[in-house]
């Protein structure tokens, strides 16, 4: 399961990260709702959970843009705020759920694997087609016709955040953290030896999507005309 906390209480923020990966769960942690909404546009996400009142946008803004966007994943709206038509306001702006602080984190962690387990529904969201290349999130597969390339845990996770975000840059830290965490020790050497792993993999599909080099900034997947590549 993979989660996305928006929490700007570091000493909960920090108690809720360390809970739920004991628990097994992959934790993205923000401190404000523009990094929220940055970070769920660019990663899929099992559950959000934004806490209602942060820097920045407020968790319901962000809830707001989210659904306004396209959004379909699980967002869990965590607040203080307990009366009636606060409730009602977070679930207008599509929220699935609301939970007021304080709380026992045994019910909290019930809800969220309750929101895992409706999203997990959606599995077509798995399914990612560029042109006529295949990307299967399930098994970590990219065909084409009856060629097929197995990737990596890592590699996909970095081809998947590529091309979900295709014809636009990405930098170099924002991959880091995205697929190995903030706090990771993993160096830009490490990212460009992926890179050039999967280059030289997605290299049997005769180039219909390249990783173009951004010198300086980072990296961004290019579509070339599949037209010419049938």
């Given at each position: ?107 909290l962690f019930a809800r969220i ?12 969201e798995d399914i990612l087609q ?66 050039r792993l999967l280059r030289r ?30």
């Amino acid at each position: 399961m993979k989660v996305l906390l928006a929490e700007d209480d570091a000493k909960l923020g920090k108690l809720i990260k360390h809970m739920l990966e004991k628990s097994g769960v992959q934790v993205d942690w923000v401190l404000n709702g523009d990094m929220a909404l940055e970070y769920a546009l660019y990663d899929p996400y099992d559950v959000v959970i934004l806490d209602w009142m942060m820097p920045g946008q407020t968790g319901v803004a962000v809830c707001d843009q989210l659904r306004k966007r396209g959004y379909h994943g699980a967002v869990l709206m965590l607040t203080a705020k307990d009366a009636i038509d606060d409730r009602v306001l977070g679930l207008d702006t599509g929220a699935d759920d609301y939970f007021v602080k304080p709380f026992e984190f045994a019910e909290l962690f019930a809800r969220i694997r309750a929101l895992a387990r409706r999203s997990r529904v959606r599995l077509e969201e798995d399914i990612l087609q560029v042109g006529n290349l295949v990307f299967n999130g399930l098994t970590h597969c990219v065909l084409r016709g009856d060629t097929e390339v197995q990737l990596t845990s890592r590699e996909f996770q970095l081809l998947d955040l590529l091309v979900r975000n295709q014809e636009r840059v990405i930098p170099r830290e924002v991959i880091l953290e995205r697929i190995w965490g903030l706090e990771t020790d993993v160096s830009s050497n490490n990212l460009d030896a992926y890179v050039r792993l999967l280059r030289r993999k997605l290299s049997l599909f005769e180039d219909i999507v390249v990783i173009q080099t951004i010198r300086g900034i980072g990296y961004k997947l290019e579509v070339q005309d599949v037209c010419k590549n049938p």
